[in-house]
T-cell receptor
Framework: DAKTTQPNSMESNEEEPVHLPCNHSTISGTDYIHWYRQLPSQGPEYVIHGLTSNVNNRMASLAIAEDRKSSTLILHRATLRDAAVYYCILRDRSGGSNYKLTFGKGTLLTVNP | NAGVTQTPKFRILKIGQSMTLQCAQDMNHNYMYWYRQDPGMGLKLIYYSVGAGITDKGEVPNGYNVSRSTTEDFPLRLELAAPSQTSVYFC?????????????FGPGTRLTVL
């Protein structure tokens, strides 16, 4: 499985934008880029995913580099509730993967009031 | 919808004891998963199921067993608990195919083996 590299931790101030980077230099053409987050003492929750084009939803935006070797999760205005561990995951959409996710250690985001 | 539910929330076991972690979902999802999360680490896949009657091993299946007799339920069995199984266990589900590419996670079961 192609791997991802994320910073161990990042810090932000409330109501400021946050850009969480992810490197995935060995990504294959069939890999989707997924982001999940895990709030303290909770199970992970889906944030966003994409393949080639930038994606937006109500939670965040995903900016994908043209060569797909890196991506950035953008939280437009961080709130205290956004403090969590953010996981960047590559998921193979080709047949036989059974939609399994491989979690790394992720990035711990701290949001300061 | 209740989503994905897990019971119990917490459990302490003695070495060698057995227990079943329960997981249920009410979203009619075909795919279900069991993960474990050790302190400061990401989640590791234990077992998964693509439908009733079909299960397969994940990354760390040793010491665990699963069954899937219904679409809704996916219990995880620990036969001889060991301290190395102290962890937080998460169950997840997703629908097969379709446009929604998302796993839904339960709140977790925190297990301590002493």
């Amino acid at each position: 499985d192609a791997k991802t590299t994320q910073p161990n931790s990042m810090e932000s101030n409330e109501e400021e934008p946050v850009h969480l980077p992810c490197n995935h230099s060995t990504i294959s053409g069939t890999d989707y880029i997924h982001w999940y987050r895990q709030l303290p003492s909770q199970g992970p929750e889906y944030v966003i995913h994409g393949l080639t084009s930038n994606v937006n939803n109500r939670m965040a935006s995903l900016a994908i580099a043209e060569d797909r070797k890196s991506s950035t999760l953008i939280l437009h205005r961080a709130t205290l509730r956004d403090a969590a561990v953010y996981y960047c995951i590559l998921r193979d959409r080709s047949g036989g993967s059974n939609y399994k996710l491989t979690f790394g250690k992720g990035t711990l985001l701290t949001v300061n009031p | 919808n209740a989503g994905v539910t897990q019971t119990p929330k917490f459990r302490i076991l003695k070495i060698g004891q057995s227990m079943t972690l329960q997981c249920a979902q009410d979203m009619n999802h075909n795919y279900m998963y069991w993960y474990r999360q050790d302190p400061g680490m990401g989640l590791k896949l234990i077992y998964y199921s693509v439908g009733a009657g079909i299960t397969d091993k994940g990354e760390v299946p040793n010491g665990y067993n699963v069954s899937r007799s219904t679409t809704e339920d996916f219990p995880l069995r620990l036969e001889l608990a060991a301290p190395s199984q102290t962890s937080v266990y998460f169950c997840a589900s997703r629908e097969a195919g379709g446009q929604v590419d998302e796993q839904f996670f339960g709140p977790g079961t925190r297990l301590t083996v002493l």
